[in-house]
Nanobody, 124 residues
């Protein structure tokens, strides 16, 4: 069973950057598409970005397009989310999630395995 652990969250000023990491264990990451999701207080969970199992295909929510970059290193069982030009509205708990198969989208219903989340706070 795939296990996921996020790290890299923290407090950052508007305009700053953070890189989130998602460490996978329990099963080879090569067989899973991975998505990043976030949930702010009082709001529904939002799909942020996703990447195919090989890394050849990526997708982004309009709200983060051009600012966030998803990548993966299957040899290290790691997935990353580079977040630049952060805004206060990016404040949320960020989760990575795994979906068996080559490709998955930005709907949480497609994912079976979830990490515990990491807090990102963008504030001056």
């Amino acid at each position: 069973q795939l296990q996921l652990v996020e790290s890299g969250g923290g407090l950052v000023q508007p305009g700053g950057s953070l890189r989130l990491s998602c460490a996978a264990s329990g099963f080879t990451l090569d067989y899973y598409a991975i998505g990043w999701f976030r949930q702010a207080p009082g709001k529904e969970r939002e799909g942020v970005s996703c990447i195919s199992s090989t890394g050849g295909s990526t997708n982004y929510a309009d709200s983060v397009k051009g600012r966030f970059t998803i990548s993966r290193d299957n040899a290290k069982s790691m997935v990353y989310l580079q977040m630049n030009s952060l805004k206060p509205e990016d404040t949320a708990i960020y989760y990575c999630a795994g979906s068996w198969g080559i490709v998955a989208g930005l709907s949480g219903r497609e994912y079976d395995y979830w990490g515990q989340g990491t807090q990102v706070t963008v504030s001056s």
